[in-house]
T-cell receptor
Framework: AQKVTQAQTEISVVEKEDVTLDCVYE???????LFWYKQPPSGELVFLIR??????QNEISGRYSWNFQKSTSSFNFTITASQVVDSAVYFC?????????????FGKGTRLSVIA | DGGITQSPKYLFRKEGQNVTLSCEQNLNHDAMYWYRQDPGQGLRLIYYSQIVNDFQKGDIAEGYSVSREKKESFPLTVTSAQKNPTAFYLC??????????????FGQGTRLTVV
């Protein structure tokens, strides 16, 4: 069965610090997709990134970067030079795809607080 | 503007009543989903639908019902059988799950409180 674990429940950092949010997943499928979403106080989930299981290239988008390692079943998310606007709950999610894509399974989320 | 609209934003229900949460999308997406969010629990799947007139139970379907009569609409009814309905409900949609672009887009949520 698929499972996503975000061990960090809450993280607090001071503005301009770098912060890494951990995500570990479990799946028996060889084809799957991993996602990160941001949930600001307004409640709506905002899509950040999708990564498929065949693409282990790390990705950078501005201050955001993602490190995908199949060997450790991890898909970690780093924010460089954090800002107050980064304060939110961040969710990692998984969709299995061997037999058609399954609905997203989410981790419990990590609440990030960036203090000015 | 294209997107997903959930209504109402806040909903209060008396114990023993059924209530229906609305979810409409104009993204021409085939698949739609309902998730429930409780503090510290992440998002849990209630029901999903990949095509019109068909839907599947998720992990916590007991006490809920859905319909999918139109592609753009996927209402969720919280019945009196749901023992602890107070939660934040999120609706989402995605293009047909068989394609590569499988990210889901979410509405702004409905916060349901039992009074």
């Amino acid at each position: 069965a698929q499972k996503v674990t975000q061990a960090q429940t809450e993280i607090s950092v001071v503005e301009k610090e770098d912060v890494t949010l951990d995500c570990v997943y479990e799946t028996r499928d060889t084809t799957y997709y991993l996602f990160w979403y941001k949930q600001p106080p307004s409640g709506e989930l905002v899509f950040l990134i999708r990564r498929n299981s065949f693409d282990e290239q790390n990705e950078i988008s501005g201050r955001y970067s993602w490190n995908f390692q199949k060997s450790t079943s991890s898909f970690n998310f780093t924010i460089t030079a954090s800002q107050v606007v980064d304060s939110a709950v961040y969710f990692c999610a998984l969709s299995e795809a061997n037999s058609g894509n399954t609905p997203l399974v989410f981790g419990k989320g990590t609440r990030l607080s960036v203090i000015a | 503007d294209g997107g997903i609209t959930q209504s109402p934003k806040y909903l209060f229900r008396k114990e023993g009543q059924n209530v229906t949460l609305s979810c409409e999308q104009n993204l021409n997406h085939d698949a739609m989903y309902w998730y429930r969010q409780d503090p510290g629990q992440g998002l849990r799947l209630i029901y999903y639908s990949q095509i019109v007139n068909d839907f599947q139970k998720g992990d916590i379907a007991e006490g809920y019902s859905v319909s999918r009569e139109k592609k753009e609409s996927f209402p969720l009814t919280v019945t009196s059988a749901q023992k602890n309905p107070t939660a934040f409900y999120l609706c989402a949609s995605s293009i047909f799950p068989g394609l590569r672009n499988t990210e889901a887009f979410f509405g702004q949520g409905t916060r349901l409180t039992v009074v």
